[in-house]
């Protein structure tokens, strides 16, 4: 049996790396349906909890899972949505090293000793992942907007990036995992993630964010977006789950 080594090294994960600037829009975003729905890490639900239950790279159970190439694809988009820019991992697999680099520091703790992704790391990760789904695996430049500093879109990128696409939540973490979106009320389809067609898509397209979410905030981004639209009374079904993570994505 091939011989596994586990080395990560974390750099650029100070406290202050975070603050409300014009961040510049994501443009590798080509991560495949396949690549998400099939790869051996968040697929096993004893994977996904080991995880997030410890600082990330640091299992070595989670690591050997590391081997799948979807996997490794998968954990690229986790690690760029979760780490700031700055932040690089490199990780020992069989004595062959992948370097995975951090991007938006959605929840820069989780690289931290001792640390873990908790629920709100979960949404936050998930519909980060979500969002940068590609039915074509083509690299599209991409806007992404939430209730984060980290989100924060100044008005030179909202300038560039106007056509609201939809936006995305879930937890790629769970069992089985939850993929959801909802159409920004202008849209009838989500090519850029769906393809052709939304009968077959890897997201559950819930229907309009207008229904699906609470109002958008100043920059069109939708909070507070749920697993079911809302029902003839104006208000959401008993039972209906508020995902309060949810991401929206914008194209020029």
């Known amino acids: 049996m091939a011989s596994q080594v586990a080395c990560v090294g974390v750099q650029g994960l100070e406290s202050d790396d975070v603050g409300e600037v014009d961040q510049p829009a994501l443009g590798s975003n080509a991560l495949t349906s396949n690549a998400l729905t099939s790869n051996a890490l968040t697929s096993n639900a004893l994977l996904s909890s080991a995880l997030t239950e410890t600082a990330i790279a ?38 062959v090293s992948y370097g995975f680099d951090g991007g938006l520091g959605l929840h820069g703790g989780w690289g931290e000793t001792g640390g873990t992704c908790d629920e709100a790391c979960k949404g936050w990760v998930s ?88 109002a958008p905030r100043s920059d069109g981004s939708f909070p507070h977006c749920h697993d079911r639209p809302r029902d003839t009374t104006g208000g959401f079904p008993s039972g209906a789950i508020d995902y309060p993570s949810a991401i929206t994505v914008f194209e020029k």
């Open 127 to 214: 519909a980060c992942v979500l969002a940068r789904l590609n039915y074509l695996g083509t690299p599209v430049p991409l806007s992404l907007r939430g209730g984060k500093s980290e989100l924060y879109a100044g008005a030179t990128e909202q300038a560039e990036y106007t056509v609201r696409e939809g936006a995305y939540y879930g937890d790629i973490f769970a069992d089985p995992p939850v993929y959801r979106a909802c159409l920004s009320p202008e849209q009838v389809s989500l090519e850029r993630v769906c393809g052709p067609s939304l009968d077959d898509c890897v997201v559950t397209v819930v229907g309009s964010c207008s229904a699906a979410c609470d």
């Open 58 to 95: 640091s299992n070595a159970t989670m690591i050997d899972a590391l081997r799948d190439p979807l996997s490794r694809e998968v954990f690229k988009y986790i690690v760029s949505c979760a780490l700031p820019g700055g932040a690089h991992l490199d990780v020992n697999v069989d004595g």
